[in-house]
């Protein structure tokens, strides 16, 4: 059994800056480096990442494991939601 949270390889995505990040849907989305959710506007997308972008994410302990449909990650933040008041 592989440890980590999968998640989509279609929703890990990469800035123009180079930012990899999580796209949680409603316009959220998380930093994988620091683990903040952060503002992005859909401009500011580049591209999915690459193997190589992932093997570095796998070097520096960010993901555990990817294959062609799936990328695991080593801790997760639990995405915010609103409560009802």
């Known amino acids: 059994?592989?440890?980590g949270t999968a998640i989509n390889r279609d929703w890990v995505i990469v800035t123009h800056d180079g930012?990899?990040?999580v796209d949680w849907g409603d316009e959220k989305y998380m930093?994988?480096?620091t683990g903040n959710f952060i503002n992005i506007k859909e401009n500011?997308?580049?591209h999915h990442p690459s193997n190589e972008e992932l093997d570095w994410l796998v070097h520096i302990n960010r993901v555990v494991k990817y294959d062609s449909?799936?990328?695991w990650f080593t801790?997760?933040?639990e995405r915010p939601l609103k409560?009802?008041?």
């Open 1 to 3: 059994m592989t440890e």
């Open 83 to 85: 409560t009802i008041d």
């Open 31 to 33: 930093d994988i480096l």
């Open 75 to 77: 801790k997760l933040p």
């Open 19 to 21: 930012t990899v990040i």
């Open 44 to 46: 500011e997308i580049s």
């Open 69 to 71: 449909k799936s990328v």
